[in-house]
């Protein structure tokens, strides 16, 4: 294996002849700690996470010129609070004064970018800006997204509304990274919003082929590069500290080929970028567990080269990532825009399309997003209880820690190899655990404010203010809490074991109702009632229970089954021959007799006729690699077109005077006894206009799949979209999505990530599909609109097998979509009924059915709803209950004397967020700046007494932040930095906020306790 020098030297001495002067490289140790995919938390701890830290902080702290960047906080905080000892807390606090320990990004994680939601990126950033600065006072300024699988446009957003100088991103199409390379067009300035454009701009770089690991071959050794530690060893470090596959140590022997080596890979990516500062990550997967042995061996390497540099071409200086994109700052360069198209989907090969994972482990993914919706909830409630009862019966302190429980579940699944169902299966069952453990800690959070009296000394026994009577009927109680700050009628479903009941409100009337017989049990009832609540608010709700039906004219309707016999629907049909309509006020569907299928659907206020057909489909992939591409955990690779999964189906149709619903049920066999597929569509009644009238709830169940299959639901429309579609990314912002043609792997490359939406449309009609989880979707012909809802894979790659990486789900999932078709005009508020699936009413059982008591004395009027107009959204209502002084310089202050502002978390500072959810010129009314007088919003709360701007995560004061600007291609010549718009209205007693759109304001607000 011998090494051509002089060709390689030849090619130095043209490199540099390019350039004006030396290379200068900027050789960045780090450590990439996936938070999960294949290990546990525990496991990783053990077996080198907890040892990077204690390693690294040593390492550093022996000799100056070592430096290293730490990325997730999971891991480093359970080795601050579990492993660290005080010896360590010193030295971590000395290396970061230094400036030699950077935090970079500062979440909790390194959050996907594909399929999690814009609620959940911002909480998992939050959760570890929050901790970062509370106890070292530092704030991130730079990104290092490295692993993501495909890149956001709406991650440089918010790591800008973050007050990120910088964003750096990985994974992208490898065809657009390498022409990206050859064009030296890896960095530029990215507007990911094209409402707020050069206002949220950041610089972006995009990393070389080789990514953030450094090369793996040797020319002149077999072992694995520059990794003197070897690799990580599971499930315990070995004793001896002789890992596998350690790099051959450096010596006189090895010094000068490990230089040649490593300058001729620092020249062939100074080739690709415009300024003569090289990044060069030192590091990969789970290194730096011993990080002695790596520096002993990377510090004479340095010294050689620099002691070389004339010679090589090349200096080299370990950094940490601020000093290197402050270089490339200071080199005073215009870069090339970039507008807010993202980096999605993403390929590493022509058959190889990472967009698979958009619907792996849907199960994973529903219960993530469900945690999250509950999450919500739970804080906004107990702010409200904290700011109305201060001195209440809930003890804030058991509160807080069942919320920060909670939090740290739902941010922990944002991993990259978590919510994306790329993990094994004992880490997906960990995350489940961590989040559904702490769900049943704030569901008990959430019965302890909904129940408990507001004050001490009132509380009393239901069984002293009730006498027993003689009534046999049965009762139950119920309270339902709205958690979005808009007003709303909904139907709730409550489950109960009678089919007779009349419901009544706080104010003792009686309310609309409807019995039936649940399609998922032969012993319950669905109950559907209409609740109308105010924004934040709660109503409690009585059921009372009858053996009889209720007399005529009785508020409550029992709706009965229409059932209609199995067809076989797999041979050639005559069809539309007979058709079945079943009616609301917005729509007239056309079910098909002669299939059991929906034949077309009409908007009976625009009297327009779309026809429609909505079914079952399976993509049957290759499992064997030896047979062609495979499809994974990652990778969807399409072994041909779909096929129809059912033969024949059954249906069921139930009116209703609140809700008709029709049941479909998807046989893959004639003559199976149980069903593969079902779909339940519930239609609104009795709502003459508004978006109920247009909402078709979709319930579906899938599985368990037959192994290498990819199910989807096939949507079939006469819209003229020309393959055209709109999906959301991460909820924030809707991305156009033209139908793409590629040499290989067509279809799997025009599928997309659906977080919360995705809709078709032509000049008259709008098509939407609103999501409770994440899924595929793809327009793969005209007029069609295809959601992928499960996979189950099972492949023989050597690689997924010894990691258990296979995908062998065979469970059932029952995901929930909901459908709205009409005009433009009329479904324009599909991003806040996006939200309101994913805030559904909280209903709560707070008793079982039991014997009427006598009638309970009236409760008072409701608690006065807070409210925003229709194009804003409450995004955040929280008590953080951070230590830290808001004030900077105070709890700088306090943190260098050793004296905290306070040692009890502040229950008092409340985190509020609102966001305007349309883009400039998307309608005529709602994408118009909002102003709103903040004191009067928050006044069904209390009285705002201090309203202070923050960044987006609330370590700045927005008016002290200041960002980094970039001479962009479009408008040169613009300052060195700008402030983030907003100031500290409340400082000046003024609560006016105009609030333009997309824009997302941060506030800490103070209001007067009672």
């Known amino acids: ?309 004339k010679e090589f071409g090349v200096t080299v200086q370990y950094a940490t990532l601020s000093e290197y994109f402050q270089a490339v700052h200071q080199s005073n360069l215009t870069w090339e825009v970039r507008g807010s198209e993202d980096f999605l989907p993403y390929s590493t090969e022509p058959f190889q399309a990472w967009t698979g994972f958009y619907a792996s482990r849907n199960v994973l993914k529903g219960i993530a997003r469900r945690a999250s919706s509950q999450l919500h909830a739970a804080e906004t409630l107990f702010t409200r209880y904290r700011v109305s009862y201060p001195d209440g019966p809930v003890p804030k302190e058991e509160a807080l820690q069942k919320l920060k429980a909670l939090r740290w579940a739902v941010s922990e699944v944002q991993h990259h190899d978590g919510i994306t169902g790329t993990e094994s299966p004992k880490v997906s069952d960990m995350y489940i655990e961590h989040l559904t453990q702490a769900m049943m800690g704030v569901e008990e959070l959430l019965a302890a404010l909904f129940l408990l009296p507001q004050t001490l000394g009132t509380a009393s026994n239901p069984e002293d203010s009730h006498s027993r009577g003689s009534h046999q009927d049965l009762e139950q109680h119920i309270i339902v809490y709205n958690p979005l700050a808009w007003n709303t009628t909904a139907i709730i479903n409550v489950t109960v074991t009678l089919p007779m009941a009349t419901v009544f409100d706080d104010q003792g009337q009686a309310i609309p109702a409807q019995t039936q017989s649940s399609a998922d049990s032969n012993t319950t009832y669905d109950l559907f009632i209409v609740v109308n609540l105010g924004g934040l608010q709660h109503r409690k709700y009585l059921i009372k229970f009858s053996e009889k039906p209720g007399k005529e004219g009785s508020s409550t309707h029992h709706a009965w089954v229409v059932s209609f016999k199995r067809l076989n629907v797999s041979q050639e049909l005559k ?277 009427a008591w006598r009638k309970e004395p009236r409760t008072g009027s409701p608690i006065r709803p807070v409210v925003l107009p229709d194009n804003l959204h409450l995004l955040t209502l929280s008590v953080p209950g951070w230590f830290y002084n808001s004030n900077h310089t105070l709890h700088l202050r306090n943190m260098e004397t050793g004296t905290p502002g306070s040692t009890q978390p502040d229950y008092d500072r409340v985190l509020l967020r609102i966001m305007h959810l349309y883009e400039k010129g998307e309608d005529p009314v709602l994408s118009q700046p909002s102003t709103i007088n903040m004191k009067e919003v928050l006044r069904g709360m209390g009285e705002v007494r201090v309203l202070e701007e923050r960044s987006l995560t609330g370590t700045w004061d927005i008016s002290d932040l200041q960002r980094w600007k970039w001479k962009a291609s479009e408008d040169p010549g613009r300052g060195e930095s700008v402030g983030v718009k907003g100031s500290s209205v409340g400082v000046r007693g003024e609560f006016n906020v105009t609030i333009s759109p997309k824009e997302i304001r941060t506030f800490f607000v103070y209001f007067k306790l009672k």
């Open 575 to 851: 069809t539309g021959r007979r058709l079945l309509p079943v009616l609301n006020e917005c729509y007239k569907i056309m079910l098909d007799q002669d299939t059991n299928l929906l034949h077309s659907i009409t908007d009976r206020h625009e009297k327009r006729t779309v026809r429609m057909s909505q079914d079952f489909w399976e993509y049957q992939v290759n499992g064997n690699v030896s047979a062609g591409p495979i499809s994974d955990n990652y990778i969807f690779s399409a072994n041909g077109s779909a096929v129809r999964a059912y033969k024949a189906v059954k249906m069921e149709i139930v009116p209703g005077k609140i809700v008709t619903e029709i049941r479909q049920y998807f046989y893959r066999e004639e003559a199976d006894e149980d069903y593969t597929y079902s779909v339940t569509t519930r239609i609104p009644q009795s709502f003459p206009s508004g978006r109920l009238c247009y909402r078709l709830e979709q319930s579906y169940s899938l599985g368990p799949l037959v192994v290498n299959t990819e199910a989807v639901l096939r949507i079939k429309t006469s819209l003229k979209n020309n393959r055209t579609l709109f999906t959301d990314d991460n909820g924030y912002q809707m991305m156009k999505r033209p139908s793409r043609t590629f040499v290989n792997d067509t279809v799997a490359r025009n599928y997309y990530p659906m977080v919360r939406m995705a809709y078709i449309e032509d000049d008259s009609s709008r098509l939407v599909l609103l999501s409770e989880r994440a899924h595929g979707a793809s327009s793969q012909s005209e007029g069609e609109l295809e959601v992928m809802l499960h996979r189950r894979l099972w492949n023989n790659q050597e690689w997924t097998l010894g990691y258990n990486l296979t995908l062998n789900d065979s469970s059932v999932v029952r995901p929930v979509l909901w459908m709205t078709l009409g005009s433009l005009a009329a479904t324009s508020l599909y991003q806040r009924e996006a939200l309101e699936l994913q805030h559904r009413p909280v209903v709560m059982p707070i008793d079982r059915p039991q014997k």
């Open 1 to 309: 294996m011998g090494f051509l020098t002089f060709p390689l030297f030849l090619f130095f001495t043209v490199i540099c002849a390019e350039r004006n002067g030396p290379i200068q490289t900027f050789v960045i140790p780090h450590s990439h700690m996936d938070v999960g995919w294949v290990y546990t938390i525990q496991e990783s701890m053990h077996a080198y996470a907890a040892n990077v830290y204690s390693s690294v902080t040593e390492a550093l702290t022996q000799n100056k010129q070592r430096k290293f960047i730490a990325v997730e906080q999971e891991f480093f905080r359970l080795w601050w609070d579990s492993v660290a000892t005080d010896k360590h807390k010193k030295q971590v606090r000395q290396l970061l004064k230094e400036s030699r320990l950077e935090f970079i990004i500062g979440g909790q994680v390194m959050h996907d970018e594909a399929v999690t939601d814009l609620d959940d990126e911002i909480l998992q950033l939050t959760e570890g800006h929050g901790f970062l600065y509370e106890t070292f006072g530092v704030r991130p300024r730079f990104s290092w997204h490295v692993d993501p699988f495909g890149a956001s446009a709406t991650t440089p957003v918010l790591f800008a509304l973050a007050g990120f100088h910088a964003h750096l991103i990985s994974r992208i199409d490898y065809d657009l990274k390498d022409v990206m390379q050859k064009s030296k067009k890896l960095q530029f300035v990215w507007r990911g919003s094209p409402s707020l454009k050069e206002q949220q701009e950041i610089f972006t770089h995009t990393m070389d082929q080789f990514s953030y690991c450094t090369p793996s071959h040797l020319p002149f050794s077999n072992s694995s590069g520059f990794y003197w530690n070897g690799v990580a060893l599971f499930p315990d470090p070995p004793k001896n500290g002789i890992y596998p596959n350690m790099s051959l140590p450096v010596t006189k022997e090895t010094l000068h080929s490990y230089a040649k080596t490593m300058v001729q890979n620092i020249q062939q990516r100074a080739a690709w970028f415009r300024t003569n500062h090289v990044l060069w990550p030192w590091g990969c997967d789970k290194q730096f567990y011993n990080s002695s042995v790596q520096f002993a061996n990377m510090d004479p390497l340095v010294e050689y080269i620099n002691q070389n540099s």
